[in-house]
């Protein structure tokens, strides 16, 4: 738990984490040690068909409950799925026939929040992400997947597609840890929630109260005709939007605030920084019409 620029509390939190329990190389007790050394308020542990629930660490850590659905026998070209669950009150017990929206219908039936895993590493299209009903969180980044057999961590441009196309969704950075050598402690949200329960992070993170994260900080907001930042020292602030033209991108040294100008034709905004050491930090898309 810390304060962010504002003042408000805000909880470190990953909702992507594997185990020995299917296919990592750390035990659960591992893990938990190793990311509450790293500051982290809460996890989901989210292995393969595999639900875990929720309890706290002997550390301290909240560990939500968690799967990840990860659809067999598709092909990329027709939109190959992995569908992590958290928060669920009961295991889904789904069949390894299910699909991906079984699986996301499964996981709200049973009071959790159902995340389209790695867009990117999927190869999945603006289309196939449409194609699915009552899912409204994304990875805009995947620690993993920009290690060792990939290199598609990063969601950016399929979350455009899908803005320009009037769909949007909560933007989250997670891990997805598999190897813990390097791939773990990584990427995470910042969670503006009244106070760290299950419930109160999963409305939190539906209502959009959070920023994802490698490190900075980073706030937007829109006041009159423009969009305002705020973040930690930074060495880059973009501007992403479904406009492709006007300056968008403001690099220097010690970067804490910047003003975009919202063009009429516009229909959302979203900002990405960049700190010295090139870590990340995303803001959830600002909805402009």
Request: overall charge negative; hydrophobic content about 35%.
């Amino acid at each position: 738990m810390q304060k962010d620029l504002f003042g408000k509390t805000r909880y470190k939190i990953n909702l992507h984490t594997h185990t020995t329990i299917s296919d990592g190389r750390k035990d659960p007790k591992e893990v938990c040690k190793i990311y509450k050394n790293k500051g982290y308020d809460a996890i989901a542990i989210t292995d393969h068909w595999k639900y875990g629930e929720q309890y706290n660490a002997d550390n301290g850590l909240l560990v939500l409950s968690g799967i990840e659905y990860n659809i067999l026998n598709v092909m990329p070209k027709d939109g190959l799925f992995h569908i992590v669950g958290i928060g669920m009150d009961t295991n889904p017990n789904l069949p390894k026939t299910a699909s991906a929206q079984d699986a996301i219908d499964a996981i709200n039936a049973n009071g959790g929040m159902p995340i389209i895993a790695h867009t990117a590493w999927s190869l999945n299209t603006p289309q196939h992400v449409m194609s699915l009903k009552n899912v409204y969180v994304t990875e805009i980044y995947n620690s993993v997947s920009g290690l060792h057999m990939s290199r598609r961590p990063d969601s950016s441009l399929i979350v455009d597609m899908l803005g320009a196309m009037g769909k949007f969704y909560n933007l989250i950075a997670t891990d997805d840890a598999h190897y813990y050598d390097g791939d773990e402690c990584k990427s995470f949200i910042m969670v503006e929630a009244d106070s760290l329960t299950k419930d109160d992070i999963i409305k939190a993170i539906l209502n959009g109260k959070f920023y994802a994260s490698q490190g900075p900080e980073v706030h937007a907001y829109k006041e009159g005709d423009e969009i305002i930042v705020k973040c930690s020292p930074c060495s880059e602030i973009v501007f992403l939007s479904d406009w492709v033209w006007s300056e968008r991108v403001f690099e220097g040294e010690n970067l804490q605030e910047a003003r975009y100008k919202i063009t009429p034709n516009e229909t959302y905004v979203r900002v990405q920084v960049k700190d010295k050491d090139g870590n990340l930090a995303w803001t959830n898309c600002i909805q402009l019409k």
